[in-house]
T-cell receptor, first 112, second 113 residues
Framework: ELKVEQNPLFLSMQEGKNYTIYCNYS?????LYWYRQDPGKSLESLFV?????AVKQEGRLMASLDTKARLSTLHITAAVHDLSATYFC????????????FGKGTHLIIQP | DADVTQTPRNRITKTGKRIMLECSQTKGHDRMYWYRQDPGLGLRLIYY???????NKGEISDGYSVSRQAQAKFSLSLESAIPNQTALYFCATSAASGAQTQYFGPGTRLLVL
């Protein structure tokens, strides 16, 4: 059974600081997705990582994938309040032949 | 207009009632999915469909059934609702080939009393 673990599950940080969210998974996969969810809203796709060493950046967010370590990271640089949300990683172990397996999410609060 | 729509957006029902949640998409995607979200548990897959004739169970299909009426429509039914099916339900779609991200609908918030 595929397990996807995120940590931390809750993070409160100040504006201007840097931090990293970790996503570990238990089976071989080279397809990993990051989503953002605002309170009461749907999930918004942030990044799609499709190979070992893949790195994607958008604004203050950067995601990377290490398939050998079965680890993805979401790094936040100089956080701003608008990045407050819940962030999910999800793994697709069968190359699209199955649904996604999600982590439990990281609830991120960025305080002024 | 939204690419993936869900109806109803909110629903309160009683234990034992049959209810249907509907999902429609205009993205032209072949693959459609139903997930439920519970606080602190992330999203879990209920059913998924790769085309009208291809329906597959997900991790937590017990107590649910689905119908793929057309490429654009995928419905989720609770035959006899129970309180622990109270959750937020999401429909999602993706393209058929390659590693494609899933696009999520706005969600249906269901309360079973």
């Amino acid at each position: 059974e595929l397990k996807v673990e995120q940590n931390p599950l809750f993070l409160s940080m100040q504006e201007g600081k840097n931090y990293t969210i970790y996503c570990n998974y238990s089976t071989t996969s080279d397809r990993l997705y990051w989503y953002r969810q605002d309170p009461g809203k749907s999930l918004e796709s942030l990044f799609v990582l499709l190979s070992n060493g893949a790195v994607k950046q958008e604004g203050r967010l950067m995601a990377s994938l290490d398939t050998k370590a079965r680890l993805s990271t979401l790094h936040i640089t100089a956080a701003v309040h608008d990045l407050s949300a819940t962030y999910f990683c999800a793994v697709d172990p069968l190359g699209g032949a199955d649904g996604l397996t999600f982590g439990k999410g990281t609830h991120l609060i960025i305080q002024p | 207009d939204a690419d993936v729509t869900q109806t109803p957006r909110n629903r309160i029902t009683k234990t034992g009632k049959r209810i249907m949640l509907e999902c429609s998409q205009t993205k032209g995607h072949d693959r459609m999915y139903w997930y439920r979200q519970d606080p602190g548990l992330g999203l879990r897959l209920i059913y998924y469909s790769f085309d009208v004739k291809d329906i597959n169970k997900g991790e937590i299909s017990d107590g649910y059934s689905v119908s793929r009426q057309a490429q654009a429509k995928f419905s989720l039914s609770l035959e006899s609702a129970i309180p622990n099916q109270t959750a937020l339900y999401f429909c999602a779609t993706s393209a058929a080939s390659g590693a494609q991200t899933q696009y999520f609908g706005p969600g249906t918030r269901l309360l079973v009393l």
